[in-house]
């Protein structure tokens, strides 16, 4: 793709060297993984879009109800008898098993998010209370959550649970795209639009725009605006808990007390980047995140630049376009 | 806190914050300006009433005891707050010294301008890597003196604060919040993945300061916590003083003026970027002044020591203590260390703690132990005693023209109130 760069040799250098060959290379199956990867961030990116939209609040403990989902397809998926290794199943119980688990993921999410939401901001909102105070409570749920299932979990990650082994479907350009990241990528994106749909098109859908655009107007209009902030809050946790099932697919041995953390950044970062409080914006900026990190840590030789990448991406969208590349509201979005 | 003549027009009011840091009264909404009136005045408030009762010199008075018997604290060992046997008293009172050094820098940040920084770590860990790289003879770079390398590390994070700042300040504060969080894992990730900054492995042997003992043992040494604690201590009491200077300047009354309403702040005319990128910076600067202190005790810097969740705690300290309030700060930050070192039994259970009293801090006194005052910044002692003696006359009184601007955040809620 850049082939000037090609003839540069892999620079060595103290500290960061850029392995170009290595990323010519894995080009293809980078961009397979990244948009798996992206399709992750993207749902998880939603729900903090959505509250953002409606109350114009970081939810930091987001991250939080994304990390129950996973421990709730771990419990599953161990009960159900899966481990570190994959068995043979047919088609039809692979299927079964993933709606299963999907099923307990999101009413998992989306129940941590309903407690979160009644316990922690409810009494702030009736008290109207000044942001800087919903900031430190956000950040102190989603702290009280990890630590609780720290000292329930320990801080080592739980034992890989495997599903199915990722078939070949079809090659591009070389590289095999596998079952387990079409799988991903294709119901990640129904359920992002199935969510824009909902938004733009039903009768609660338009209740949430009205909140996000004026909640007191909205109220006079006859809109409860407790149930939609309600409704906001598990919409987000049901996406968040099917992010949880795709992201124990692609790692399986990724459900860890911490492991919310790094990924919620991440996930804000997407919802940054394509403009927050955009339910569209969400997934572009999910998708290009996850391409972006994938890209970066071929480049950069370590897993952990992901994060780094992440992290500048959104520090440079801050500062060159704040309002995200597709940067409208949810309010302002058309009917 | 306060001790110093503050640059203060009126000599008499220069120095009169410290009756009015004690002064711990919050003022519920709308509330009437006149001390009788105000709302509840809290567990403390009684307290701050008859510290402003007092004159001047018996508050000096009692500050000076207050500090010679925190001076003695490690050499006393009371008996009942003693963290041992469970921890040495001296490091764990150097531990206290140190979370009420980095809640006063986070106080500025948070309490003062009303941002929220959920990074701090990250200069805690910018200021440690400074004094270790700096000093240790693990490092390549040039090795100098280790108390040259607290005014450096200063500038490297206050350097990093306004890198951070400028792009996210411009912007709504909770992006300040989201980058700083991302920041705070990211310079432990830079640690972990930079060769150069040696991941687990780390800085042995960091520098200290110089002097040694009759027996020619350093005076600094690692495990002695007392000349640490002492140090850490006497840097405490030259910034707060610094910080109560700003506080009531100019300057701290631009950050109340922004903590309180942005908009309003700007169309008045404060330079509000300017100002928020200020207090990040110098919260920045103090954060990386303790990573300094704390690398220099410790004697041993690697990736392992700069969490996000200890981010947390400090905010917890801020919080907890009453944000905005210098003594609260302080109070909160020893709080915060010497629970977990005193009941050890608690220690496994610490985030968790912190975690659940920052939720239920904000939910039933979002204000903290020690309330932020809600005052006159400028001439305060002086409008207090007129507001006191002719109480019937009301905020008119209160509002001789310098003060009139910032006593306007007498009748508003406080950033952190509700």
């Known amino acids: ?335 | 806190m306060s001790m110093t003549d503050g640059p203060t027009p009126l000599p008499e009011a220069a120095a009169a914050q410290a009756a009015a840091d004690r002064e711990a009264v919050t003022a519920g909404p709308g509330s009437s300006v006149t001390p009788e009136k105000r709302g509840r005045p809290g567990v403390f408030g009684a307290w701050g009433e008859r510290w402003n009762a007092l004159s001047r010199q018996q508050q000096w008075a009692f500050l000076i005891v207050v500090v010679i018997l925190a001076y003695m604290l490690p050499l006393i060992n009371p008996p009942i707050i003693t963290t041992e046997p469970g921890n040495n008293f001296a490091l764990a009172c150097f531990d206290m010294a140190r979370f009420a050094l980095i809640a006063v820098g986070l106080n500025v940040v948070v309490g003062y301008a009303g941002l929220l920084d959920l990074g701090y770590v990250a200069f805690f860990a910018v200021g440690s890597y400074c004094a270790a790289m700096l000093t240790s003879p693990d490092s390549p770079f040039l090795h100098i003196p280790y108390l040259w390398t607290i005014p450096i590390a200063m500038t490297v994070t206050m350097f990093f604060g306004v890198v951070l700042g400028v792009p996210t300040l411009r912007l709504r504060g909770d992006y300040l919040a989201i980058v700083t969080l991302g920041f705070g894992e990211i310079v432990r990730i830079l640690a972990t993945i930079i060769p150069a900054m040696k991941g687990q492995v780390g800085f042995q042997n960091v520098g200290h300061p110089p002097g040694t003992e009759a027996d020619g043992t350093p005076i600094f040494s690692n495990s002695n916590g007392v000349p640490w604690y002492w140090l850490t201590l006497s840097i405490i009491i030259v910034i707060t003083l610094l910080v109560g200077n700003l506080e009531r300047s100019r300057v701290g009354r631009a950050w109340i003026a922004i903590r309180e309403d942005e908009d309003a702040a700007e169309i008045m005319g404060v330079p509000t970027f300017k100002y928020k990128v200020w207090a990040f910076a110098i919260g920045a600067a103090i954060g990386g002044l303790s990573g300094a202190l704390f690398a220099g005790q410790v004697g041993f810097v690697n990736n392992q020591k700069f969490d996000v969740t200890t981010s947390i705690l400090f905010l917890a300290a801020v919080v907890l203590g009453g944000a905005g309030n210098k003594v609260g700060a302080i109070l909160g930050g020893a709080l915060v260390s010497y629970i977990p070192l005193r009941f050890t039994a608690v220690a496994e259970y610490k985030y968790l703690i912190f975690g659940i009293a920052l939720v239920l801090i904000m939910i039933f006194r979002s204000q903290g132990l020690l309330p932020a005052r809600q005052r006159l910044l400028a001439y305060g002692r002086t409008a207090y005693q007129r507001v006191t003696q002719k109480d019937s006359t009301g905020p008119s009184s209160a509002g001789t023209p310098p003060a009139a601007g910032p006593g306007q955040d007498q009748n508003r809620e406080k950033g952190v109130q509700a």
């Open chain 1, 1 to 335: 793709m850049l082939p000037l760069l090609v003839q540069l040799p892999p620079m060595e250098n103290d500290w960061i060297s850029f392995d170009v060959p290595s990323l010519m290379q894995n080009f293809w199956s980078a961009t397979f993984d990244g948009l798996t990867f992206g399709a992750i961030y993207a749902l998880v990116a939603l729900g903090y879009t959505l509250v953002y939209g409606v109350l114009n609040l970081i939810n930091f403990a987001h991250s939080e109800v994304f990390i129950v989902g996973c421990y709730a397809v771990f419990f599953t998926l161990s009960g159900l008898g899966f481990g570190p290794s994959a068995p043979r199943l047919d088609f039809w119980s692979i299927v079964l098993n993933l709606v299963l688990a999907l099923v307990v993921a999101m009413v998992a999410s989306a129940l941590t998010a309903f407690v979160l939401e009644r316990v922690a901001y409810r009494p702030l909102r009736k008290r109207n209370a000044p942001r800087l105070v919903f900031l430190i409570t956000a950040i102190g749920a989603s702290f009280t959550i990890q630590y609780l299932i720290y000292l329930w979990r320990g801080p080592s990650p739980e034992l890989a649970v495997t599903m199915f082994r990722p078939t070949p479907i079809f090659d591009v350009f070389g590289t095999i795209v596998d079952s387990q990241q079409l799988v991903i990528i294709i119901a990640a994106v129904i359920m992002m639009v199935g969510t824009e749909r909902f938004i733009r098109k039903s009768r609660t859908g338009r209740g949430i725009r009205a909140v996000a655009q004026d909640p007191d107007t909205a109220t006079l209009m006859g809109v409860n605006k407790e149930r939609i902030i309600i409704t906001t809050f598990l919409i987000g946790g049901v996406l968040a808990g099917a992010a949880a099932l795709f992201y124990v697919m692609k790692i399986p041995s990724g459900v860890q007390y911490s492991g919310g953390f790094v990924l919620g950044i991440k996930a804000f970062a997407a919802a940054v980047l394509g403009g927050i409080g955009n339910v569209r914006g969400a997934l572009l900026g999910g998708l290009l995140l996850g391409l972006i990190g994938n890209y970066g840590q071929i480049l950069l030789g370590n897993s952990q630049w992901t994060d780094v990448v992440a992290f500048v991406i959104l520090v440079l969208v801050l500062l060159l376009r704040p309002q995200g590349i597709l940067g409208t509201s949810l309010g302002r979005s058309k009917a």
